[in-house]
């Protein structure tokens, strides 16, 4: 299962404030989150795909940057 135009719009709708809020960090969290998943799916069966296994930790170590931030924003928010 990939990232198709119609689940990207259906994760935006779910998560963000409106279908074109594509840059709240909950939306691009949850479309991160989609692709991990698929990726570390797609690994169990290619375990020698080392250029995916790249990419996912660069996938990684955005959503867990975009988690900082939202930790971070809403503890000053407090």
């Known amino acids: ?28 969290i949850a ?3 989609f692709k991990i998943k698929n ?7 290619n375990k020698k795909d080392f ?5 996912l930790q660069i996938l990684v170590s955005k959503r867990k940057k975009l988690l900082k931030y939202i930790e971070k924003k ?3 928010q407090l």
Do not use: P
């Not at 990726?39 to 069966?45: A, E, G, P, R, W």
């Open 1 to 28: 299962m990939y990232l198709n135009s119609n689940k990207k719009k259906l994760i935006i709708k779910n998560y963000g404030l409106s279908e074109y809020d594509t840059g709240n960090c909950i939306v691009q």
């Open 31 to 33: 479309l991160l989150t």
């Open 39 to 45: 990726i570390t799916n797609h690994l169990k069966y």
């Open 51 to 55: 250029n995916t296994e790249r990419s």
């Open 74 to 76: 809403n503890n000053t």
